[in-house]
């Protein structure tokens, strides 16, 4: 376990705690811990895909960074649309 944790590099620590951000919030989603309608659910699941593009750019993997583009794409959008239901209404 020791060789493992040793041979992490900074990169692969970006992208883990991505990862670990972006499944957190989907957790805390299913608790009921968090909403999917306010906006720290897209802000935070923009975060995380942030830095896991950021370990992809380093180590490429295809699918991977197409999940993630449209991950970032669809955080965008929801919180796009959180400023404009907040005008609205």
């Known amino acids: ?6 041979s992490l590099t900074f990169v692969d620590a970006i992208g883990s ?3 670990l951000i972006v499944v957190v919030a989907y957790f805390a989603t299913q608790m009921r811990m968090m909403n999917s309608d306010d906006l720290a659910f897209p802000v935070v699941n923009l975060i995380g895909s ?5 370990s992809l750019m380093q180590n490429f993997n295809l699918a991977s960074m197409l ?3 449209f991950w970032i794409i669809i955080s ?3 919180i796009i649309q959180h400023f404009r239901l907040r005008r609205a209404g």
């Not at 376990?1 to 040793?6: H, K, S, V, W």
């Not at 942030?50 to 950021?54: D, E, M």
């Open 76 to 78: 965008v959008i929801g």
């Open 50 to 54: 942030v830095l896991i593009v950021f």
């Open 67 to 69: 999940i993630e583009g």
């Open 17 to 19: 705690f991505g990862a």
């Open 1 to 6: 376990m020791t060789a493992f944790f040793d």
